[in-house]
């Protein structure tokens, strides 16, 4: 019986070790800013508010220094009229406040919110994002392209179809940002460098 404890110990620490390399490789700080890095990132706040949660503001910022920061205003309940705006930061939630919305008389407040998953795509936003990057490579000599902010700007009108996809990024030692927006479909709409 005692053989066969150094055996269990290595393989306790193998396990250990082993889980612990995979959390870090599913940390959303740590992310690419790709269809797949975002894809992990849209499973993360799905993981946090539901897969039916509505959000009016979506954003993922990027810092060299802390990673991926996610900040969503976001509610289960639309009818309630009350939100709640998180911030995602080194796989920490944190509240920042509660929010009560207001709409038009006769309206639902889910008319002026978007799910993710159905028209809006957190994936689909990172490809854009791998695309934006190539067509600096392409056209600028940019190296390596990095993210500022990717985010979704959805209109205060609850006109979906004015929704687009805002995509800021820069050259890896700093300097002038470069902007993208794309529609929802990912059809460029605008670029500004």
Same mark, same amino acid.
């Given at each position: 019986? @005692? &053989?066969? !404890?150094?055996?269990?110990?290595? =393989?306790?620490?193998?396990?250990?070790?082993?889980? %612990?390399?995979?959390?870090?490789?599913?940390?959303?700080?740590?992310?690419?800013?790709?269809?797949?890095? %975002?894809?992990?990132?849209?499973? +993360?706040?799905?993981?946090? =508010?539901?897969?039916? +949660?509505?959000?009016?503001?979506?954003?993922?910022?990027?810092?060299?220094?802390?990673?991926?920061?996610?900040?969503? @205003?976001? @509610?289960?309940?639309?009818?309630?009229?009350?939100?709640?705006?998180? *911030? !995602?930061?080194?796989?920490?939630?944190?509240?920042?406040?509660?929010?009560?919305?207001?709409?038009?008389?006769? #309206?639902?407040?889910?008319?002026?919110?978007?799910?993710?998953?159905? #028209?809006?795509?957190?994936?689909?936003?990172? &490809? !854009?994002?791998?695309?934006?990057?190539?067509? !600096?490579?392409?056209?600028?000599?940019?190296?390596?392209?990095?993210?500022?902010?990717? +985010?979704? *700007? %959805?209109? *205060?009108?609850?006109?979906?179809?004015?929704?687009?996809? +805002?995509?800021?990024?820069?050259?890896?030692?700093?300097?002038?940002?470069?902007? =993208?927006?794309?529609?929802?479909?990912?059809?460029?709409?605008?670029?500004?460098?």
């Amino acid at each position: 019986m @005692t &053989s066969k !404890l150094p055996q269990l110990r290595a =393989f306790v620490l193998v396990t250990i070790v082993l889980q %612990f390399i995979t959390s870090c490789g599913n940390s959303t700080s740590n992310q690419p800013a790709t269809e797949q890095g %975002f894809a992990t990132i849209e499973n +993360a706040l799905k993981d946090k =508010f539901g897969d039916n +949660a509505y959000y009016t503001d979506l954003s993922i910022t990027y810092s060299e220094s802390i990673g991926n920061i996610i900040g969503v @205003t976001v @509610t289960e309940n639309p009818e309630s009229l009350k939100m709640g705006q998180w *911030n !995602l930061t080194q796989d920490n939630w944190q509240q920042n406040s509660d929010i009560t919305i207001e709409v038009p008389q006769g #309206t639902k407040a889910a008319d002026y919110m978007f799910q993710l998953g159905n #028209t809006v795509s957190l994936s689909k936003l990172g &490809s !854009l994002v791998e695309q934006a990057s190539q067509k !600096l490579k392409d056209d600028k000599g940019l190296k390596n392209p990095t993210l500022s902010i990717a +985010a979704l *700007n %959805f209109p *205060n009108n609850g006109n979906a179809s004015q929704a687009q996809y +805002a995509i800021i990024l820069k050259p890896e030692h700093g300097g002038t940002s470069f902007q =993208f927006y794309y529609k929802l479909n990912g059809e460029l709409i605008d670029m500004d460098y």
